[in-house]
């Protein structure tokens, strides 16, 4: 059964536990936004916000010159700093 939640109007997947009891879980991967895919592109904002410089952190592998890596949501996308050009998507 999926509802919506009061608080945020997000999309809420209801589980009875074995207890009896009503578990509420939103799935990790609902956001407000389409999941990004290869071959996208990235919006002028999120471009101008910039790479994150600390990629190393997130254990995402060092971009090739002239790419970085882009955090959208739970997501971490790989694009080209000129045109944003997605080429790699992880879903956390």
């Known amino acids: ?43 002028q904002d999120v471009l101008a916000a910039g790479p994150i410089a600390d990629y190393a952190s997130k254990h995402l592998r060092k971009p090739p010159a002239g790419y970085g890596w882009y955090q959208l949501g739970r997501s971490f996308v790989m694009a080209s700093v000129a045109t944003g050009l997605i080429v790699e998507v992880v879903i956390l």
């Open 1 to 43: 059964m999926a509802e919506r939640c009061r608080q945020t109007g997000r999309r809420t997947l209801l589980f009875w536990s074995l207890a009896g009891v009503i578990l509420a879980v939103t799935p990790a991967l609902a956001q407000d936004r389409p999941l990004p895919r290869r071959g996208d592109y990235l919006s």
